[in-house]
């Protein structure tokens, strides 16, 4: 095991001096000033709270020396992306109320963020959501993060099962401090010195920490690339377990190699009563050992690389109270994005709905808001929230489904069946001008790209095969650029990072392929790629396997070193694979 040296870093002591998240948060939102201070700000995001700016407006400021004006973005919890009919119109009330362009936006995490609140706004917009047992503690910083899950509601299969774990995982690794009630909730205040963090400690997590479920016919959540992965596994109808994956990751950093996107190890078998304590295990390793000098080196990904997964694996196995089995072989994880309607084995329907980058608004192209307003107040369904950031209306009876695509038809949105596939499956992060990372365009200019793209592949006969194209305005990768079929990751204004070769399935990381292309010209620079897809593909065949079938060997670049790449870069079940 290695030992870190060096200094924490300075967002290690402001969480060591925070009193359980407290800081002088309560005292700063009645000090009349738009902003919070820096030391605020890092304590703010535990409560699902990011300050930003909007940064079109900053030449205009600069240009007449009028002072910056800081906005908020608020992120909830929603466990599994699982609400009622009345939470959803609550919240679609809110943004209404509070948000400078009345949006919402469901995340690949399935909760919803709002944008551009000012400071004036925040505690009654956060009372508002807890009215409807709604919380935004946990949306963002360097605790647990929101669980995500298949989201279908199906009543065979382990879905509901899933559901149920999520939530119980929420529970379980929430924060014990009462912070979060005094500040927003207006609870009683209690003396911060006699309170503890039992599973945190006073310094919380090095980093972030994301939990995602998944079952071997529905890796809709991702789980390889999550601190930690749980992949149901279900016999006679019964949740038994499931196979544990430690360490992935998407976040990386330019031209700094010791930063990398990894894929998820298998770690092992854990039956369903002590899933729980495996991922309360594995938090206290990433507490005890994780990088506190370093925020870009600090992810758990990096001690499970550093340590090889044996040595992992034997640290598990000495700290938990109930024993870690053989992975339980289980096949190819398999990929749904539940659009359109299906059963759900109780006699309800669901009805998934595309949604242009999780942007719920009305715009001068689409009214989104306004027709799922409508649809949610008439039929007053389950309303989901999906890791590709769709939306699923559910506990419907089947004569509903036609007035829902009446709906969609009449405020002219698109219905599944009109969606080109490499549409269908994009994702672009919200990046210019709210997220204060951004290097490039993404949610912005992300149609544009996504028409090009369909154009060329329409014009080579693959308009019908599944494409993954992602797009983030950073290499943080919010929307897990680094195991799509294409991901473009922003390098400076106008230009991107091109990675090719990952899977719909999120089981291969892409490689690097190109760097610092303009968006103009990223059809082009992949236009030798595709074609000879379309020429030597076999049945079948996506673009990322065949990518790494006939391109990736040949001297481009892996995207974990820098160097020419590695073959078989996959992730094959198995307890040994280290990826």
């Given at each position: ?276 304590g495996a991922v309360q295990t594995i938090a206290s390793i990433y507490r005890d050992f994780g990088d506190r000098t370093d925020r870009r080196h600090a992810r758990l990904k990096y001690i499970v ?275």
């Amino acid at each position: 095991m290695l030992e870190r040296k060096g200094r924490p870093s300075p967002v290690e002591h402001t969480k060591h001096a925070s009193r359980h998240l407290r800081g002088s948060l309560r005292e700063s939102l009645e000090d009349g000033d738009p902003g919070l201070s820096e030391l605020d700000q890092r304590v703010a995001k535990f409560h699902g709270i990011y300050q930003q700016e909007d940064r079109d407006a900053r030449a205009i400021a600069r240009l007449t020396g009028a002072a910056r004006q800081p906005t908020f973005m608020v992120r909830t919890r929603i466990p599994a992306g699982q609400m009622t009919a009345e939470q959803y119109l609550a919240v679609d009330q809110l943004a209404e109320d509070f948000v400078y362009n009345r949006s919402l936006r469901i995340t690949t995490r399935q909760n919803l963020q709002f944008h551009g609140l000012l400071k004036g706004d925040l505690k009654e917009a956060i009372q508002r959501v807890n009215q409807v047992l709604i919380s935004t503690l946990c949306g963002c910083g360097d605790v647990e993060r929101n669980i995500v899950a298949p989201p279908a509601p199906l009543v065979h299969g382990g879905h509901r099962e899933l559901h149920a774990l999520a939530a119980e995982l929420t529970e379980a690794m929430a924060p014990a401090t009462n912070a979060y009630h005094e500040i927003w909730l207006d609870g009683e205040c209690i003396d911060s010195s006699r309170e503890t963090e039992p599973l945190y400690g006073p310094a919380y997590l090095p980093r972030k920490f994301k939990t995602g479920l998944g079952l071997p016919e529905d890796n809709s959540a991702d789980v390889h690339g999550q601190d930690v992965g749980l992949i149901g596994i279900v016999e006679s109808g019964e949740l038994r377990g499931a196979n544990v994956v430690v360490g992935g990751g998407s976040g990386l950093t330019h031209r700094k190699s010791e930063t990398f996107a990894r894929l998820a190890t298998p770690l092992g078998f854990v039956d369903r009563v002590h899933l729980v304590g495996a991922v309360q295990t594995i938090a206290s390793i990433y507490r005890d050992f994780g990088d506190r000098t370093d925020r870009r080196h600090a992810r758990l990904k990096y001690i499970v690389e550093e340590w090889g997964i044996d040595v992992f694996r034997r640290e598990f196995a000495r700290r938990a109270a109930f024993p870690l089995q053989a992975w339980v072989e289980m096949g190819r994880l398999r990929h749904r994005d539940w659009l359109g309607p299906h059963e759900q084995g109780d006699g309800r329907w669901l009805y998934g709905i595309w949604l242009e980058n999780g942007r719920i608004i009305d715009d001068a192209r689409h009214r989104w808001k306004t027709a799922l307003r409508t649809l949610v107040e008439t039929l007053r369904p389950a309303v989901v929230l999906t890791p590709q950031q769709n939306l699923l209306l559910a506990d419907l009876s089947e004569d509903e489904i036609p007035q829902v695509e009446k709906v969609l038809r009449a405020f002219a949105l698109p219905v599944p069946d009109g969606l080109s596939f490499v549409r269908r499956h994009s994702l672009a992060c919200p990046a210019m001008p709210t997220c204060g990372l951004a290097l490039a365009e993404s949610e912005r200019v992300s149609a544009e790209v996504t028409l090009a793209f369909e154009r060329a592949l329409e014009s080579l006969g693959l308009d019908d095969t599944p494409v993954t194209l992602r797009m983030t305005g950073c290499p943080n990768g919010c929307v897990r650029p680094y195991n799509a079929d294409l991901g473009f990751v922003g390098r400076k204004p106008g230009h991107y990072d091109v990675f090719v070769g990952g899977t719909l399935e999120g089981t291969r990381l892409g490689e690097l392929h190109a760097e610092s292309v303009p968006q103009d010209e990223l059809v082009a620079r992949l236009q030798p790629l595709l074609q000879d897809w379309a020429a030597r593909r076999r049945s079948e065949e996506g673009l990322g396997d065949f990518y790494d079938r006939c391109w990736r060997e040949g001297g481009r670049r892996d995207l974990l070193t820098g160097e020419k790449a590695r073959s078989g870069s996959s992730i094959t079940p198995g307890p040994d694979n280290t990826a």
